[in-house]
């Protein structure tokens, strides 16, 4: 079955940085764009970062753009995000995140991030 499993969250000061994986499994990876969110307490989930399924066009969030890089390894099933000059309203769960072609919406169990001194 479809799986999305993230890891590389922590605790973290601010100007830190942190990677985020994806392993996917259970599905063809490399044909599907991938998606990275984010969801504060008290917030509603938000779009961080999107990929194509060939690693081209990445898009971000403006409140990250710049310090924050999407990629992936298609031959390694895994999707990353790079965060770098981490600050506290950075801190939430993220969530690798994709849709199948059937228009099924995928979720990782998420991993929490949490910036501060």
């Known amino acids: 079955q479809v799986q999305l499993v993230e890891s590389g969250g922590g605790l973290v000061q601010p100007g830190g940085s942190l990677r985020l994986s994806c392993t996917a499994s259970?599905?063809?990876?490399?044909?599907?764009?991938m998606r990275w969110y984010r969801q504060a307490p008290g917030k509603e989930r938000e779009l961080v970062a999107g990929?194509?399924?060939?690693?081209?066009?990445?898009t971000y969030t403006g409140s990250v753009k710049g310090r924050f890089t999407i990629s992936r390894d298609n031959v390694k099933n895994t999707l990353f995000l790079q965060m770098n000059n981490l600050n506290p309203e950075d801190t939430a769960v993220y969530y690798c995140?994709?849709?199948?072609?059937?228009?099924?919406?995928?979720w990782g169990q998420g991993t929490q991030v949490t910036v501060s001194s």
């Open positions: 995140n994709f849709n199948m072609f059937t228009g099924a919406q995928y």
């Open positions: 259970g599905f063809i990876f490399a044909l599907y764009a």
């Open positions: 990929i194509r399924s060939d690693g081209g066009n990445p």
